[in-house]
């Protein structure tokens, strides 16, 4: 399972219900945390998740998404930890508490044997950055073809990549494939931009940002943020399966959230998801979000 823990989901400044964006990432051991709002470190406490933090990504250097950054940081070298977490920053972050950091740029850019993390342009201010974890694809063997001789040669193909059977030459890729990992994407703050649909196709998980609803799409233009109908627009031309929903202006706190996702289902046909802070969801094997 990959787990998702939504610690802030409010935009620009927290309200009663949200705080400021955080989203921490839990997979096979490793915990990445993607945007530190102000007060990050204390609900990463009341949800339990731990200080080994593995990596850490600020998708641009608005306050609402750093500033809380310098607190845990602070904390974090009061823990005893085996060690640090890598901190990848747009170029700019102000030197504060001598962080260590990596400067962001287009690509991959923190890589396992498990996963990659890579970073695309956002379009929002300069060095504005979304973020896609993409799991290392799965070797699966086609049962028609190998039941008679699996696991007799099972080592032999993991290991060289063909195995002898009855004296012919059996290549891997002749009775397995490749399958894809699950792909979740953040696009931290954009406004609508199509350039983000080729970086993100085909993700089990798009999380973005929805600022405003239709009504108010001259404030998303003027503050160059996203509508729930540009967010679902974009899940829709990317073909994702499920749309996350976040960075809810505190105008909305009322709103119930069926109302937010009947105008996202408006322009995209997959599940809507609107996060709040809290929120903890498992995606399972196929890819499928289930709400904990």
């Known amino acids: 399972m990959i787990d998702l823990f939504f610690l802030g989901t409010s935009a620009g400044a927290p309200s009663i219900k949200r705080g400021l964006p955080a989203i921490a990432l839990k997979y096979q051991g490793y915990f990445l945390l993607f945007d530190v709002g102000e007060c990050t470190q204390r609900s990463i406490m ?38 640090l977490p890598q901190v990848f920053v747009p170029k700019g ?25 890579k970073a695309f342009r956002v379009k929002h201010i300069s060095s504005s950055y979304g973020f896609l974890f993409e799991e290392a694809p799965k070797r699966k063997f086609i049962l028609e073809k190998v039941k008679d001789f699996l696991p007799k040669h099972f080592i032999s193909l993991r ?8 004296g012919k030459e059996i290549s891997l890729e002749e009775v397995s494939y490749l399958k894809p990992g699950r792909k979740i994407a953040y696009t931290g703050d954009t406004m609508y931009y199509e350039a983000i649909v080729e970086h993100i196709r085909g993700a089990d998980v ?13 404030d ?23 749309l996350i929903l976040t960075h809810i202006s505190s105008r909305y706190d009322k709103v119930p959230d069926d109302e937010l996702i009947k105008e ?29």
């Open 46 to 83: 009341k949800q339990g998740l731990g200080f080994s933090i593995d990596a850490i990504f600020i998708s641009h250097l608005h306050l609402d998404h750093f500033l809380g950054l310098y607190g845990l940081w602070e904390t974090l070298k009061m823990q005893n930890l085996p060690q």
């Open 93 to 117: 972050l102000p030197l504060l508490n001598e962080i260590p950091y990596k400067q962001i740029r287009s690509g991959s850019i923190y890589k396992t044997d498990k996963f990659q993390v």
């Open 159 to 166: 290991k060289y990549g063909y195995a002898l059977v009855d």
């Open 206 to 218: 798009l999380i973005h940002e929805a600022t405003f609803r239709e009504e108010h799409q001259e």
């Open 220 to 242: 998303a233009i003027k503050k160059k943020h996203s509508t729930i109908k540009d967010a679902a627009l974009i899940a829709s031309k990317a073909n994702v399966k499920t």
């Open 264 to 292: 996202a289902k408006q322009y995209f046909n997959g599940t809507v998801v609107v996060a709040r802070d809290g929120l903890h969801l498992k995606i399972d094997k196929e890819g499928n979000v289930h709400e904990i």
